[in-house]
């Protein structure tokens, strides 16, 4: 097949995600929590930004161990969030704007305080004890199993009335259901039909490879770490069931063309990812991956980085590997930030403040050149960036204060860990969105469940809406030539000059129409010479800076300057040295040095 042809259009491939994380994008009522009156409040703004679909972060009724992923009733609203008419006006009101809803949903595990599990462990003659994982108290200690969440890393607890102990790969309050159980698979199915039925779009699946357990519950700690490297994660994900459960909920509540699912792919590799997206399994629409967002972690500590900073070809090589992965079938998703990551100008950009809203453009050009479906995190138009906590006691996430435990218990260095969390815990993502310079950047006008940025005073939406250079501008100009160039959803990717330590090249081709972006990874100023012979008279069509320089089919690239030149003939012709002594023979112009903005291009439109 040619790489130039269009393979199947869907809705979900052309579609921006927008990820919100209700606790901290708008405080309605004052109680320093975010809500879905505060949400509603602001859909003129997230209209404003382009994007098609609001990935909603879970507001089911729950006691918030994990800030709603660990749900008591599917059936209703968080009291924090608001009410079943709250949530009735929101869809309304995205629909109206012609912005779709996906709802984040949790059936790996349930809340211990849900009354199927608060049932389940009254007695061993419940009928909701299998709903769960047990293991018999009288068989001895419990084959070991990794607890993402537990202080001490063990995933069974132990209950007195049953004299048996239950399973939670996460916290001992959100206990693991046993899809092995044909009624649990059946209630969740009616729990997905539920939402549908009040108009939501789709679902991001939280933990969905996990839901597959081996249940003879073998030992298995050298297999997780010869086969998987240690990595429990990989070993959950590979359930003797997963596909056949994955294939029934589709024919039993997926097989609809209005609706698009978006699996979180923990412990996935990229050579299996198929078989979860792929059309012909008909299982799952898209998948995210981790391995983009685990870049750099070190085989020692938790989530510690590297010394030495970020190894563009690693990265360039993972991403290209990725869209290769589905170049024939199925499809994919990027993103650099969620509410599991820290902000991303931070982590991938530069947030020192000379170099942030140049990286953050830079980031942005990026998600929104490559051929998968593209997922902001709310903030990331506006580039904001990790707040740095210097106390345990400042964080409000459950993981990063259970793995402090764990390594203090451990006689850890924990010093050396809240260093760690600085870049990468997860509470960096979920500050407060900065809507103005107002007290608490607009939020709320009570107390903010979690520390706002004390950058907010400069870096929010309300002064990025004034400047016609800022981030948001930006944001919203790019999102807009993705929608004018569908080249940008399903053009083929080439990679270019692989080995470039600081470059990332490559180009988009679709019919007769090419596009070449060119990223400057790094705050270093960077002489780059083209991997294809440029007319003379070339300007980019996107520039995140107001000038570039061009001589003899060599850029000055400045830190962090992205470039996009287009649309180009498909048939370029290669960089020789022959050709290149064309270039350098033009009589005039060699050096071509001109004031070029995004506004004052094409994609003004």
């Known amino acids: 097949m040619s790489n130039k ?18 606790w901290s994008f708008k405080d309605s009522n004052g109680d320093g929590i975010g809500d879905l009156q505060g949400i509603i409040s602001k859909l003129d703004y997230i209209k404003s930004l382009g994007i098609d679909m609001v990935w909603l972060n879970p507001i089911y009724k729950s006691p918030n161990d994990d800030n709603g992923y660990d749900i008591s009733d599917y059936y209703d609203i968080m009291r924090e969030m608001g009410t079943m008419e709250d949530f009735d006006t929101l869809v309304k009101e995205l629909h109206d704007r012609k912005i779709r809803l996906m709802m984040d949903i949790i059936v790996n595990h349930t809340s211990d305080e849900h009354p199927w599990f608060a049932d389940a462990r009254q007695s061993r003659e419940n009928p909701y004890y299998s709903y769960y994982h047990w293991w018999p108290a009288e068989k001895g200690k419990p084959p070991r199993r990794y607890s993402h969440f537990d202080p001490a890393g063990n995933a069974w607890s132990y209950n007195k009335a049953t004299d048996s102990y239950y399973l939670h790969y996460f916290s001992e309050k959100m206990p693991d259901l046993s899809w092995e159980n044909p009624d649990v698979r059946k209630a969740i199915y009616d729990i997905m039909r539920f939402w549908f039925n009040k108009g939501i779009d789709g679902f991001r699946m939280d933990a969905i490879c996990y839901i597959s357990k081996d249940t003879t ?8 770490k010869e086969k998987y490297r240690s990595d429990w994660s990989a070993y959950y994900a590979h359930g003797p069931h997963l596909h056949e459960y994955l294939q ?3 024919r039993e509540t997926l097989d609809r063309p209005d609706v ?19 059309e012909d399994r008909k299982e799952l629409h898209m998948l995210y991956h981790f391995e983009g967002v685990q870049l750099g972690f070190a085989k020692e500590g938790y989530k510690r980085l590297e010394p030495g900073g970020l190894n563009l070809p690693e990265m360039k090589q993972l991403y290209t590997d990725w869209n290769n992965v589905f170049a024939e079938g199925g499809w994919g998703t990027i993103y650099l930030g969620t509410h599991d ?16 809203e ?18 902001f995190y709310y903030g990331d138009e506006l580039g904001m960036t990790n707040i740095r906590f210097e106390k345990i006691e400042d964080y409000k996430d459950i993981e990063t204060i259970n793995m402090y435990k764990y390594v203090k218990s451990q006689g850890g260095d924990t010093e050396r860990f809240l260093k760690d969390a600085q870049i990468t815990g997860r509470d ?4 407060p969105f900065q809507w103005d310079e107002s007290p608490n950047a607009g939020f709320t006008t009570g107390k903010p469940w979690l520390k706002i940025n004390d950058n907010y005073k400069f870096i929010n939406a309300a002064a990025q809406d004034r400047d016609e250079r800022s981030i948001l501008r930006y944001f919203r100009q790019l999102v807009l030539l993705r929608k004018h160039k569908p080249v940008l959803t399903y053009g083929a990717y080439e990679l270019l000059d692989p080995d470039h330590p600081q470059v990332y090249t490559y180009t988009r081709t679709l019919d007769e129409e090419k596009l070449l972006i060119v990223l400057n990874f790094s705050k270093e100023e960077v002489l780059y010479k083209l991997p294809f012979v440029l007319d003379i008279d070339t300007e980019p069509l996107v520039n995140n800076m107001l000038s570039f320089r061009l001589e003899n089919n060599e850029i000055t690239l400045s830190p962090y300057q992205a470039l996009i030149f287009g649309p180009l003939p498909t048939e370029l012709q290669p960089l020789r040295d022959e050709a290149q002594a064309l270039v350098e023979e033009q009589p005039s112009g060699k050096m071509k040095e001109k004031n070029s903005s995004l506004e004052s291009n094409e994609l003004a439109i």
């Open 5 to 22: 042809v269009v393979r199947d259009k869907n809705w979900w491939k052309e579609s921006i995600i927008y990820q919100i994380y209700p």
């Open 217 to 224: 519950w073998p030992e298995v700690e050298e297999i997780v």
């Open 248 to 250: 029934e909920m589709h």
């Open 260 to 278: 698009t699912t978006l699996a979180e792919a923990s412990g996935i590799t990229k050579d299996e990812a198929l078989l979860f997206v792929k």
């Open 341 to 356: 990551q820290p902000r991303m100008v931070t982590r991938w950009g530069n947030d020192e403040e000379q170099y942030r």
């Open 358 to 375: 140049i990286s953050a453009k830079l980031l942005i050009t990026f998600l929104l050149t490559m051929r998968a479906t593209p997922i």
């Open 428 to 431: 960096n993502g979920r500050t």
